[in-house]
């Protein structure tokens, strides 16, 4: 590629054209709520192999985190939400012909599940975890729908039903909510048959027919993670978003493939038939569809339904099943994190589409040193202190203890970045103290800044963490240049 030749071109876009830098589009709930913590959640049915869009969404949730962490100066997270109420297998009743389908979870259990979990997620995970130094949890939705909040959420959207049915149902109005059969895990596919018998306080009571066990009945009440809950797309969305909402302190932003625009307002007409408060409707961002060359999402589903004959020619494996990829998991993360980046770069690569074909050739001309560079926690640094570090006069860094942190051993390497400059440093040292009263009593003065006294220090660190900040505690970071 000749080198004043761009990267990649996009046009402008409604959203790129508001927006200076990607992150931006946070900005203006950070400003409102002032949230403690940023949480980016992403939902992924469990159901096999990943593909590249699924990977894609991932990774920009990751990459998200670790920009916002700097530019809100507020801890960030991601939460990975495993859909392992994905239909396994579907059957039809030879008598009545109503389908009925079994989930991921009831064919397979909490084990296999698990399994599913560890060989497509964990390590790719655990991988970008550590290449952009955020930490994650991963709730089934299994685990999330037994849970209190997302039962008395769900309660209370039944007492609203006539108000959000249209929007949920908008072609006949009725929503289907699957309870599956206790005996079997079976339920109706699009619970014809599933009944809301009695609502009250104390929950709700729902009939429904089981293709081998007859009748049966199901009561939810918040307090009791039973019976199972496997709701419909829509509906779902609807309950876990405006259960994540209810907590203010925490800011979820749902992280979305593209295709999802189209559908979420729908959910948000929902939200506000439930009269939703402005505080508490989600924040999305809805990162770039993977495109066949007719212009269609690229779709396994749609390749398994109809054969591989539909498989477009720019399609390489790994882009369908990403375990096809020929290098390790960090090599795999590596290239996809300097892809992503290019893309966060500008709003414009970002909030758009693309196709396999320039997705591949993206990918074929990433820099060949990606590998060659050590995985390090990166930290942006002050010009002054970055310099007193690579000459070798600072050996000790001060930090606040957030999540980002908490891999840092004896031994992790950090670079630390300054405009276009960077220095890489080993730990030698971790030490964890409560404040900077603490750390400053037991710290060498000067290893941390061999030009201020301890009073212009504790002022310094100050104005570079608020109170709020400072409550998280205290690193203390022996430094050596490498
Ligand atoms: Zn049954």
């Avoid at 550590?130 to 939705?141: C, F, L």
Wanted: proline share 5%; glycine share 8%.
């Amino acid at each position: 590629m000749p080198e004043n030749q761009a990267l990649l071109l996009s046009p402008n876009s409604v959203l790129a054209n508001a927006l200076l830098r990607t992150i931006d589009i946070l900005r203006p709930r950070v400003q409102a709520a002032r949230p403690q913590r940023i949480e980016f959640v992403v939902g992924t049915q469990i159901n096999g192999a990943p593909h590249l869009g699924t990977n894609l969404v991932q990774t920009a949730a990751f990459l998200l985190a670790k920009v916002a962490r700097r530019e809100f100066s507020i801890d960030t997270t991601v939460y990975f939400g495993a859909l392992d109420n994905a239909p396994f297998e579907v059957t039809l009743d030879p008598d009545t012909h109503h389908a009925y389908q079994q989930t991921y979870f009831h064919a397979l259990g909490k084990e296999g599940i698990g399994e599913l979990i560890d060989t497509y997620y964990r390590d790719f995970f655990e991988s970008l975890a550590e290449a952009t130094g955020t930490d994650y949890v991963i709730e089934t939705y299994t685990d999330q729908q037994a849970s209190p909040g997302f039962r008395a959420e769900f309660l209370r959207t039944l007492e609203h039903l006539d108000g959000i049915r249209w929007w949920i149902a908008p072609s006949h109005g009725v929503v289907h909510v699957r309870v599956p059969c206790p005996e079997c895990g079976w339920a109706e596919k699009r619970a014809d048959r599933t009944k809301l018998v009695h609502l009250d306080e104390d929950g709700a009571v729902f009939t429904a027919v089981c293709l081998d066990h007859g009748g049966y009945e199901a009561q939810v009440d918040p307090e009791d993670g039973g019976p199972y809950l496997d709701l419909a797309t829509l509906y779902r969305n609807l309950v876990k978003e405006r259960a994540l909402g209810r907590d203010t302190s925490v800011l979820r932003v749902m992280m979305k493939g593209g295709d999802w625009a189209f559908g979420c307002q729908l959910v948000d007409g929902a939200l506000g038939a439930l009269g939703t408060p402005a505080a508490q409707m989600p924040m999305r961002i809805f990162t770039p569809q993977v495109l066949a060359p007719t212009g269609a999402k690229l779709s396994k589903s749609l390749l398994r339904e109809h054969g591989s004959s539909l498989l477009p020619a720019d399609v390489e494996p790994w882009m369908l099943d990403t375990t096809a990829w020929q290098g390790s998991t960090d090599n795999y993360v590596d290239a996809l994190v300097w892809l992503v980046g290019e893309l966060l770069a500008d709003p414009k690569h970002l909030f758009r589409s693309f196709t396999v074909k320039e997705l591949g050739r993206l990918m074929s001309v990433r820099p060949d040193d990606l590998d060659a560079r050590p995985r390090a926690h990166e930290m942006g640094i002050y010009k002054r202190y970055f310099d007193l570090i690579a000459s070798g006069r600072k050996t000790t860094e001060i930090r606040v203890n957030d999540s980002s942190r908490k891999k840092i051993k004896v031994g992790s390497l950090i670079r630390f970045r300054c405009r276009e400059e960077e220095v890489l440093t080993r730990v030698t040292r971790v030490a964890r103290y409560a404040d900077f009263e603490e750390m400053f009593a037991h710290e060498d003065l000067g290893s941390v800044n061999p030009l201020a006294s301890r009073e212009q220090q504790l002022a310094n660190v100050r104005q570079i963490y608020p109170p709020e900040r400072e409550a998280l505690g205290v690193l203390a970071l022996g430094i050596e240049l490498v």
